[in-house]
């Protein structure tokens, strides 16, 4: 009885199944502008980005700093037609001179000297055993000892009953 109800409550839950989920849409207000700039001469960051939209096209750029000293400028434009971009580079590369790196050379390797020689054993001693030699077996005859007849009891024995 008691699986019965269980399988019931089971299937009655499997039957409602799960409430769907919906995601709140969100529409960004349209139009939008935005920019902002990160110029730190400490650190050597140089950053800026800028994007506007007037609801059926979204254009802007944005500029970072390169490590080899120049500076990365993208220009943009996503609309119905997908996203296009044009980049730019202002600033010439500047790399490093090249440094040859010192070399080092290992020393030459000397296996030590031998430290050690052939072990010494003693010659081993063996013990020298016999073949085992074995008594011829002896019967022992034994003492006839008292036998017990079999003896019956006739007369009944008494039951007496309480109650």
Request: aromatic content about 16%; charged content about 15%.
């Given at each position: 009885?008691?699986?019965?109800?269980?399988?019931?409550?089971?299937?009655?839950?499997?039957?409602?199944?799960?409430?769907?989920?919906?995601?709140s849409?969100?529409?960004?207000?349209?139009?939008?502008?935005?920019?902002?700039?990160?110029?730190?001469?400490?650190?050597?960051?140089?950053?800026?980005?800028?994007?506007?939209?007037?609801?059926?096209?979204?254009?802007?750029?944005?500029?970072?700093?390169?490590?080899?000293?120049?500076t990365?400028?993208?220009?943009?434009?996503?609309?119905?037609?997908?996203?296009?971009?044009?980049?730019?580079?202002?600033?010439?590369?500047?790399?490093?001179?090249?440094?040859p790196?010192?070399?080092?050379?290992?020393?030459?390797?000397?296996?030590p000297?031998?430290?050690?020689s052939?072990?010494?054993?003693?010659?081993?001693?063996?013990?020298t055993?016999?073949?085992?030699?074995?008594?011829?077996?002896?019967?022992?005859?034994?003492?006839?000892?008292?036998?017990?007849?079999?003896?019956?009891?006739?007369?009944?024995?008494?039951?007496?009953?309480?109650?």
């Amino acid at each position: 009885m008691k699986i019965t109800i269980l399988v019931v409550f089971v299937m009655t839950v499997a039957v409602q199944g799960y409430q769907s989920y919906r995601t709140s849409e969100y529409n960004s207000p349209m139009p939008y502008s935005f920019s902002w700039d990160v110029n730190d001469y400490a650190s050597k960051n140089n950053y800026a980005h800028s994007e506007s939209s007037n609801g059926k096209a979204v254009t802007g750029s944005y500029r970072v700093a390169l490590p080899d000293g120049r500076t990365q400028i993208v220009t943009y434009r996503a609309d119905h037609n997908g996203y296009v971009a044009d980049v730019k580079y202002e600033g010439e590369a500047k790399y490093p001179e090249y440094r040859p790196t010192p070399s080092y050379s290992f020393p030459a390797y000397q296996a030590p000297a031998r430290s050690y020689s052939a072990p010494a054993y003693r010659a081993p001693a063996y013990a020298t055993y016999s073949a085992p030699a074995y008594a011829a077996p002896v019967a022992v005859q034994g003492k006839r000892g008292y036998v017990a007849a079999p003896g019956y009891n006739t007369q009944p024995t008494s039951i007496a009953f309480r109650g």
